[in-house]
């Protein structure tokens, strides 16, 4: 972080608080001991960012999508999850 709590490796960025268990922060201050916070912080918007990336391409992927029921009017979710993995 730099001075005003801005960040000059993101264009935008907002100062959010998050409220953790106890022991959740005992084993991050485990796991991060010794490290420079800013460190500690771009480890941890990693992990974020990789987690939000990963739930935004399963939203995309038909076979999380609805099941489909005789009579609905939607299509078969396998035919379209086998479309999206290998297009076809």
Do not use: N, W
């Not at 990789?50 to 038909?62: G, I």
């Amino acid at each position: 972080m730099v001075k005003g709590g801005e960040r000059r490796d993101c264009k935008m960025s907002r100062k959010v608080i998050v409220e953790m268990p106890e022991e959740l922060v005992d084993t991050l201050q485990k796991l991060y001991e010794g490290k420079a916070e800013q460190e500690i912080s771009r480890e941890l918007l990693k992990v974020i960012k990789d987690f939000t990336e990963s739930r935004l391409r399963r939203m995309s992927d038909p076979i999380f999508a609805p099941i489909a029921t005789r009579g609905s009017g939607l299509s078969d979710a396998s035919e379209h999850h086998d479309k999206y993995l290998y297009g076809k």
